[in-house]
């Protein structure tokens, strides 16, 4: 402290810490983020860009340059586009992450106050509690704690820090209060980096699964087609590397590019959407993990309850009321001790009026676990008595019931308990007669909006199940209350059965949740369920919801959680109880109808653009349309599937299941479809419009078919009833039109590498593909989804 010049009682003053700030920097562990340029240069390197880069060298070699150039330009523009989406995800990301920074309680200039514990120096005064994480080094001064140091260590148990020892970065303060000064922040704590103030978990993302089961599908389909049109190449005598630069750029189209930005930018719009509805996303995917969530355990007090204790009922002994029972009761409590009990009795007697400044406690005796009762000496004008209010048993030899009495005081004890109910008995003394007054239920309330909640949940298909360390009879009680269940049991009947997973599962599946639950019961619990297949999904708010929210795919702590509780969940409530629990759900919902949108009208349009360019090399000998014409429409299309991120979609009631070998199914039939109806539009071009004599007159009117079929057809997938069941966002709609427009001026006007053709030829082929697509494709889609049962809203 003399070192540091630090005034225990005062703090530092904070013209001191903004010259510690400059020689010891922010507490903090800096991020290694690289340079812009780097990230922009590395967009240009990969399987997709090396592909691209591939093909510009190969027309540069065949003498392509036009080829090149637009090649060239794309490759260019597309890691524009994507470096651009990716930071403004990351930077989204970031501003939400912003808001779960960890706060610490300081003394500064006298005041105690709450600051970011980045802002921490070497020789603050901080003050710490059981939940916290412990911000850095800091020597304790005044007051004991336990801490939990494995995050650090690995060791799992609580070690003891009397005051004198020094508290480590990262530790989790599970037990007492202290007060400390800082000794050493950021980089130099004892652990340096691997002390982190904000944990988040980072399980793999779902999508990547889902990614590889798209790439296998499409490259399988295509890879085959091309290495037939290959193998007739070489059979015809023609060059391979004149058909190499288009056979690559098939293939570069069935590999899903923009799937990647697409999902990154509908979970940053959905984590953004959220964060004005009262949830923070700490882990950006978890609206997605939510989406599928099937089961949800919530703790039951300080969640589906207020965590406050109100007065349920009074129940006066002879010769008494229910209002001098709580009067009596209240008398017998003290509002500076912030003790649960006594709040309830005040709070209640104050709004009743019933209790007054007459009322002068002389004396009061807190509570004593030893004599479990609390007791005050009172004056009320002349009038002087005692009041006395605990257990029950404890005031019966005061009050010198006879047997017949406690035996019928207890049995109604014993109805409040099966109720839910906890009874405090009160008794008065006067002139050396203490007399049993009646006794006080009290409960802890559900909140106003659980049972609603709960309701929207079951509709969402999410089942319910409470975990609680009361008693059996309080769990069964609250849970019969919010409707959602009548099969409660005590924790230590799952516990006996984890010997056996198919017992344990049997039992969490077939009861409503469970009484008496520890800690290490609720991450069993979580396990359990997920060993069968469950996504599961846990609210908690105390270090001991910890590793149970760390676990399951879906953590959310409440919004009293503990630091410790929110850096180990994935979602992060603002708002009091779960009435925000919905929104994640319903988001994540919307995410995967517009992912499932991406991926059925990818899978039709590569084997639709694969399967007319190859079959009609196999039919005529030559490729109709040009790797220059098919990167445009790549990117054309891509760039506009890119904005399903913000479409409008019908959820499923249902969690969210993926089904890729379904959509695969379906996107196949729709693929083949597509190719069968584009031919009667290349005969016509061939036969009608004489382009068999002129290739790029022909790759231009093929770039026609194509995109336009491929235009219309994201119209009919997007919605899995009929079309017209709902309208596409703005964004969408414009981009569609925009894209339709753009393409009408390519080839009218013939620019870039494509040459002019009529206008009027040009409506044909989009009159053409939109009646096809509106009528044929949309009713063969509707009958495809409905017969593989792809879950139609």
């Excluded at 360390?469 to 799952?494: H, Q, R």
């Excluded at 409530?573 to 990818?602: V, Y």
């Excluded at 070998?661 to 290349?682: C, D, H, R, Y």
């Excluded at 596409?728 to 753009?742: A, E, Q, R, V, Y």
Aim: with cysteine; proline share 3%.
């Amino acid at each position: 402290m003399a070192e540091l010049k630090t005034n225990p009682t005062t703090g530092l003053s904070q013209v001191a810490v903004a010259g510690l700030l400059k020689q010891y920097g922010y507490n903090e562990i800096t991020e290694n983020k690289s340079h812009p340029l780097l990230n922009f240069l590395s967009k240009f390197w990969g399987l997709t860009a090396w592909m691209l880069e591939f093909i510009v060298v190969l027309s540069l070699f065949l003498h392509n340059i036009s080829d090149a150039y637009v090649v060239g330009g794309l490759l260019i523009l597309n890691a524009l586009i994507s470096f651009t989406l990716e930071q403004s995800a990351a930077n989204a990301v970031a501003e939400l992450r912003k808001k779960l920074q960890v706060n610490v309680k300081l003394l500064r200039d006298s005041v105690w106050k709450t600051a970011l514990a980045r802002e921490l120096v070497p020789g603050d005064i901080i003050r710490v509690r059981i939940g916290d994480f412990v911000p850095a080094d800091f020597t304790i001064t005044d007051g004991a704690l336990s801490v939990d140091q494995s995050a650090l260590t690995g060791e799992s148990g609580e070690v003891e820090m009397p005051a004198g020892k020094t508290v480590y970065s990262g530790s989790v303060v599970t037990k007492g209060e202290a007060t400390g000064m800082v000794t050493v922040t950021g980089l130099n704590t004892y652990f340096g980096k691997t002390a982190q103030l904000v944990k988040s978990a980072a399980p793999k993302s779902h999508i990547d699964e889902v990614l590889a089961k798209v790439v296998k599908w499409l490259l399988f389909i295509v890879a085959a087609l091309l290495i037939i049109a290959f193998v007739v190449s070489m059979i015809r005598g023609m060059n391979p590397l004149q058909l190499l630069p288009l056979m690559l750029v098939l293939l570069l189209g069935a590999i899903p590019v923009a799937l990647t930005a697409m999902f990154t930018i509908s979970m940053a719009l959905g984590s953004k959407e959220l964060s004005g509805q009262g949830v923070l996303v700490t882990r950006l995917n978890a609206p997605n993990d939510a989406a599928s969530m099937d089961t949800l355990c919530v703790d039951k007090t300080g969640t589906l309850t207020i965590n406050k204790l109100t007065v349920a009922k009074l129940i006066p002994a002879d010769g008494f009321t229910g209002d001098k029972v709580l009067l009596y009761g209240a008398l017998a409590s003290q509002e500076a001790d912030h003790d649960a009990i006594d709040m309830a009795m005040i709070g209640s007697a104050r709004e009743k009026n019933i209790i007054n400044n007459s009322f002068i406690q002389k004396a009061f005796v807190p509570f004593d676990p030893k004599t479990r009762k609390t007791e005050a000496s009172i004056a009320n004008g002349n009038e002087q008595f005692e009041v006395i209010k605990g257990a029950a048993e404890t005031l019966y030899p005061l009050c010198k019931l006879d047997a017949a009495a406690i035996a019928g005081w207890n049995k109604q004890i014993d109805e409040l308990a099966k109720s839910g109910y906890r009874a405090i008995a009160v008794a008065q003394t006067k002139n050396n007669n203490t007399q049993f007054v009646g006794l006080v239920a009290l409960h802890d309330p559900p909140r106003a909006d659980s049972m609603q909640i709960i309701k929207d949940l079951a509709d969402l298909g999410v089942t319910v199940k409470m975990l609680t360390g009361d008693a059996l009879p309080i769990a069964e009680e609250m849970s019969k209350t919010l409707e959602i269940g009548d099969k409660i049991l005590n924790a230590s009947v799952f516990k006996d059965c984890l010997s056996d997973p198919k017992k344990a599962i049997e039992l969490l599946e077939k009861n409503s949740g469970f009484a008496g639950v520890y800690p290490e019961d609720k991450y069993n619990i979580v396990k359990t369920f997920q060993s069968n297949g469950h996504i599961v999904g846990m609210t908690g708010d105390g270090v001991n919801d910890s590793p149970a929210l760390k676990q399951a795919e879906v953590g959310i702590a409440v919004s009293n959680a503990t630091d410790v509780a929110k850096g180990a969940a994935s979602i992060v409530l603002t708002k009091e109880g779960l009435s925000s629990i919905p929104a994640p759900i319903i988001t994540g919902r919307k995410m995967f109808e517009r992912i499932n949108i991406w991926i059925l009208n990818k899978i039709t349009r590569s084997i639709f653009k694969t399967c007319f360019v190859v079959i009609a090399y196999l039919i005529f000998g030559k490729y109709i349309i040009s790797a220059s014409a098919i990167l445009i429409i790549i990117f054309m299309t891509d760039f506009v599937k890119v904005s399903l991120a913000t479409d409008n979609v019908i959820i499923s009631k249902k969690p969210a299941s993926w089904n890729i070998n379904g959509l695969a199914k379906v996107g196949l039939v729709l693929g083949l479809l597509m190719t069968a109806e584009a031919f009667p539009l290349l005969y016509y071009g061939l036969h009608h419009l004489s382009l068999n004599a002129n290739d790029a007159a022909l790759s231009t009117y093929s770039f026609e078919v194509i995109l336009y079929f491929g235009l219309f057809s994201l119209f009919v997938v997007r919605e899995k009833r009929h079309f017209w069941n709902s309208w596409p966002s703005k964004i969408l709609l414009f981009l569609i039109i925009g894209d339709m427009i753009l393409g009408v001026i390519l080839v009218t006007f013939g620019l870039l590498t494509f040459t002019a053709i009529p206008l009027k030829d040009t409506l044909i082929v989009i009159g053409y593909t939109a009646i096809i697509s509106f009528t044929l494709n949309d009713l063969v889609k509707f009958i495809l989804l409905k017969k593989w049962q792809m879950d139609i809203p």
